[in-house]
């Protein structure tokens, strides 16, 4: 069955339009909670944890999918802004049935979306998801509680306390960030306390942008996406490096200390050799989706390494890893994930991980960050109203012509976003004029169909 509402990272649309409205948000915790506690044999479920990001809209979402839980029996206990993370994180260590996080992650304020763990603290499957769509289809005032039985809700104000040092045991007992200058971008969104603080406890020299939020800036010419002032800031205040989160702080992307961009690639790049220098990259093996770089898959097999692809999505990825037992992947968007200490992307564990072996090199970023030269790439969106461009011939014949002109020099991949009504068009590959080329006309086609459907 099709997911209606679910895509790639959760629901996500405008705040305060289909899906994304306070009844249907409540809606949607109703519908999870019939959903566990069918899966446990018609027993109650005890607790969910709820945080959320800077977002304006962040307090009607939060305030509708708390009253959802709690007309049907569960206790809610709130974190207020913290990282995603901090969620899954908080799910499994405070026992909870569920993790809920409010946000968009990347998205501006306008719009918001609902992201879930289970109680181990890994985001819902497929199944699961399929299983709460068909639910809310339902009547479910016979589940309500009776009066007597509804649920409570509380604060947890050390919510951000215990996800710093969470994050700080991932680095081994006693290392110190002492001597390096770090600009760290918080993206006006979830780590704005956060980021800053632990950097400053592992006594980096700290310079935080983007750590104002007023529920209308998050990501706004800041974060992951938007890093042009953080690369002014690493040069103005000559720093070695600078770090920028997205507004939930699950990504993660550096510049080195020209102000150059460093990705998801090459992090991961750095990250398994690194871990395989330690004999802790497990089954040499790393995670990644279909869009990471073809350079980044060829130095890999120069190090032996396997780097297996997924569908895009950090959820996916660390599907692959759970069923391998995998210790690193990601994407190259900024997700990294270290499952040996945590079981979502978390953008400020791996920029620890990072600034631990940019100290231990003693080299600058930009010699010790970019381990392989990326193909050429381009990625382009086409945005469309409706309908299904890719099920459409003429497309499917313009991609099928794009893979034999890239055969053996490179690959394309179009794929609809599962977020954004677009469709995504990347094609990577060793002759850049070849890859301009097969992308410019694939696009021009999805932009015909697009527009006569």
């Not at 639910?135 to 009066?147: G, N």
């Not at 190090?303 to 759970?322: F, H, Q, S």
């Not at 791996?350 to 990326?374: M, Y």
């Not at 977020?419 to 060793?430: K, L, P, S, Y």
Request: glycine share 10%; charged share 25%.
């Amino acid at each position: 069955m099709t997911r209606r509402y679910f895509g790639t990272d959760g629901i996500r649309g405008e705040a305060n339009t289909y899906p994304m409205t306070a009844e249907m948000v409540l809606r949607v915790a109703m519908a999870v909670a019939c959903v566990l506690r069918a899966r446990r044999g018609g027993q109650p479920t005890d607790r969910v944890v709820i945080g959320k990001d800077t977002r304006l809209s962040c307090y009607m979402l939060e305030q509708a999918v708390t009253a959802g839980f709690l007309s049907m029996g569960m206790d809610v206990i709130l974190t207020g802004p913290v990282p995603t993370p901090a969620v899954a994180m908080l799910t499994r260590s405070l026992r909870a049935d569920l993790g809920v996080m409010i946000s968009a992650s990347h998205n501006l304020f306008q719009d918001n979306g609902i992201k879930l763990f289970g109680a181990d603290g890994y985001k819902l499957d497929d199944d699961i998801e399929r299983e709460i769509e068909a639910q809310l289809e339902q009547d479910m005032s016979a589940a309500l509680a009776l009066p007597g039985d509804l649920g409570k809700a509380a604060r947890l104000d050390d919510a951000l306390g215990r996800y710093a040092e969470s994050v700080k045991r991932s680095l081994p007992r006693g290392e110190s960030l002492e001597g390096l200058r770090v600009v760290v971008d918080c993206a006006h969104g979830a780590a704005y306390k956060v980021a800053p603080q632990v950097l400053w406890e592992l006594e980096a020299d700290v310079i935080s942008i983007g750590d104002e939020p007023n529920g209308r800036n998050i990501n706004d010419g800041y974060g992951a996406t938007a890093i042009e002032n953080l690369s002014k800031m690493v040069v103005e205040r000559k720093a070695d490096i600078g770090i920028a989160l997205d507004g939930d702080a699950d990504r993660l992307i550096v510049v080195d200390e020209r102000g150059q961009k460093i990705d998801g690639d090459q992090l991961m790049g750095i990250l398994a050799t690194t871990l395989q220098e330690q004999e802790s990259l497990v089954g040499n093996t790393v995670v990644s989706t279909v869009m990471s770089n073809l350079g980044l898959e060829r130095f890999l097999e120069q190090k032996n390494i396997r780097l297996l692809r997924t569908a895009v999505g950090d959820r996916y990825v660390m599907e692959e890893m759970r069923a391998g037992g995998y210790s690193l992947g990601g994407e190259q968007s900024g997700h990294i994930i270290l499952s040996d200490y945590s079981t979502t992307g978390d953008g400020l564990m791996a920029a620890l991980r990072i600034l631990s072996i940019l100290k231990t090199s003693g080299q600058k970023a930009s010699e010790a960050l970019n381990v392989f030269t990326p193909l050429p790439q381009i990625l382009r969106n086409v945005h469309f109203k409706g309908g299904k461009p890719l099920e459409k011939t003429e497309v499917q014949k313009a991609i099928l012509a794009a893979e034999h002109i890239l055969v053996h020099k490179g690959r394309v991949l179009v794929r609809a976003s599962g977020t954004e009504a677009v469709i995504r068009v990347m094609a990577e590959g060793d002759d850049p004029e070849m890859v301009e080329n097969v992308v410019g006309d694939l696009c021009a086609v999805i932009e015909k169909v697009a527009c006569s459907s």
